[in-house]
């Protein structure tokens, strides 16, 4: 039995679901209240009954979808943008499997009929987008095959870097794009290396890149790049870090703050590494990779809260020890809702003559990826190459960029950007409100469940202090303190677990995904008002 209100009816009803011959839900709908007169769920009425799918959500064109402020409504008009915006809406982003015109990278869209001449820009949401050249000759492709065309001018960008939820994060934080942890939670694996030389691909990709190196007792970075100032520097006025710089990436580290490694306790720890990372200045990025301490304590524990993490990349190696170790830093992941997007499996083979050999086993990869549900898996022979430029400041993949290694973290760089771009798509859309219909649309990143929720239950559903006495649990806000027509002023995404909802009063609720998914659903609800699109 799962609990219901309707928009039409101020009674609490419940829907019992009921399985049909195609596999389906049949929903019936019955009141609570003793009267059923005015109530939204007439059971003696067949048209009350409706099928939902286990499969699909019966509420899935709800879906939002972004559309370009340049698209405008000209594509139904038939005029020259029309015929442009409608070629190029055959271009498909493959990671979003939304044409690029409903994406909205069409922008500054100019059209000279006589002369036959149209210019656009597509700002893609990376500078590293590992497709943006098949992207460019695509559009340029499309466009000129328009029989009043003579010249086509594509210009390429990216968006801002920007966090999707940046009101409470610190300064120095604000505009960066994707933060990455790189972890493994057990030392010695190579996390340090893979941290950097993914940082390093980033960059080669077109990316601003930045890498924070959160290991206080043993920081790497200072032996594995080579800046030319291995200071950091405070900037007095604003009382800032300012991180040095190798090869156009940002730097920070304990180990550059000239005291080498820290003898101290982990409270101590916490704020340290809270301070050089939130106080920096690293301005604009479009990712940033913290290279993360081994272990599952509250040094890592306070790093994935203080900082709003877009995915996780996992180090291990072959031996057995070295997966259950990394088990228990998947699990801690998930349990803080941040998405492990790829494992790298270091130091799996080497190659002599001519054949492959396997020094510590095999499969300890491939057990992260089954048993943890992580989608992509990348494997790094044990090369001297790989352990020297380590040791010597200058990353494998600026060494050697054509060799073996460096096409493993080309092909890892493309699975992060890829990722991370999808991620973000799935918590900027996952909670929206619809004022057609007064009711807001859920969509949970990494589920194909879609449904409607009432604002005013949302609202009354608020678990916080304010409306909660925290030590009796006795309710303070009452189901009469909240109007049935209230409507959120904003929502917007808190990280990849929740959402902040800010109502007409001033109230700022935070609401989880996991909430969420238990409030009673709205069903039947209207249809929303088409959108010239």
């Not at 972004?66 to 038939?78: E, N």
């Not at 710089?245 to 916490?270: C, E, N, Q, T, W």
């Not at 900082?307 to 997966?323: D, E, G, M, N, R």
């Not at 009711?439 to 449904?451: L, T």
Request: charged fraction near 20%.
């Amino acid at each position: 039995m799962q609990l219901l209100h309707a928009p039409s009816c101020p009674r609490l009803c419940f829907q019992t679901p009921n399985r049909n011959s195609k596999g389906g839900l049949l929903s019936l709908g019955k009141c609570l209240q003793p009267s059923t007169a005015n109530c939204c769920f007439q059971p003696q009425k067949p048209e009350r009954w409706m099928w939902v799918s286990d499969k699909r959500s019966v509420f899935s064109f709800f879906a939002p979808k972004a559309t370009s402020v340049d698209a405008s409504s000209s594509a139904a008009t038939g005029t020259a943008e029309g015929d442009v915006l409608k070629a190029l809406s055959q271009i498909i982003d493959p990671d979003f499997g939304t044409d690029i015109v409903s994406c909205g990278f069409v922008k500054d869209l100019l059209i000279d009929e006589a002369s036959g001449e149209v210019s656009f820009r597509l700002e893609l949401t990376t500078p590293a987008c590992p497709i943006k050249d098949m992207f460019e000759q695509q559009a340029n492709e499309v466009v000129a095959r328009l029989p009043w065309v003579k010249k086509v001018s594509v210009t390429m960008s990216a968006q801002p870097a920007k966090p999707i939820f940046a009101g409470e994060l610190p300064a120095g934080l604000r505009r960066i794009s994707n933060i990455v942890a790189v972890s493994s939670c057990k030392g010695g694996v190579g996390k340090s290396t893979v941290a950097v030389n993914l940082a390093y691909t980033l960059a080669g990709m077109g990316a601003r890149v930045g890498v924070f190196d959160a290991d206080v007792y043993g920081p790497s970075l200072p032996t594995m790049v080579s800046p030319e100032n291995r200071l950091l520097e405070m900037n007095p006025e604003k009382r800032t870090i300012i991180p040095t710089d190798y090869l156009g990436v940002k730097l920070v580290s304990f180990g550059f703050a000239g005291r080498g490694r820290a003898i101290m306790r982990g409270p101590m720890v916490s704020g340290v590494i809270d301070q050089l990372l939130t106080t920096s200045e690293w301005g604009e990025l479009d990712y940033l990779v913290i290279d993360m301490p081994p272990g599952t304590g509250d040094i890592q524990l306070t790093l994935c809260q203080v900082v709003p993490l877009t995915a996780a990349v996992i180090v291990t190696t072959p031996q057995k020890l070295a997966f259950i170790d990394v088990a228990k830093g998947v699990r801690m992941f998930s349990k803080l809702k941040v998405p492990c997007v790829a494992v790298v499996e270091n130091m799996c083979h080497f190659d002599a003559d001519g054949k492959r050999y396997y020094p510590f086993g095999r499969g300890s990869g491939s057990q992260v990826v089954q048993q943890c549900g992580i989608p992509h898996l990348f494997d790094l022979p044990i090369r001297p190459t790989l352990s020297a430029s380590g040791d010597s400041g200058t990353p494998e993949v600026v060494a050697d960029p054509q060799g073996e290694v460096a096409k493993t973290f080309q092909d890892l760089g493309v699975c992060v950007v890829r990722q991370c771009a999808k991620i973000r798509q799935q918590v900027s859309t996952a909670v929206t409100y619809d004022k057609s219909i007064k009711a807001i649309m859920v969509k949970v990143p990494d589920s194909e469940e879609e449904f409607l929720l009432h604002p005013a239950t949302v609202r009354r559903n608020d678990r916080s202090a304010q409306s909660v006495d925290e030590w009796t649990g006795e309710q303070k806000l009452q189901y009469g303190d909240i109007p049935e027509d209230i409507e959120p002023e904003e929502i917007r995404p808190m990280g990849n677990y929740a959402v902040s909802i800010t109502w007409p009063d001033g109230f700022s609720q935070i609401a989880p995904y996991d909430q969420l998914q238990m409030i009673e659903r709205l069903v039947n609800a209207p249809q929303p008002t088409a959108v010239q699109s």
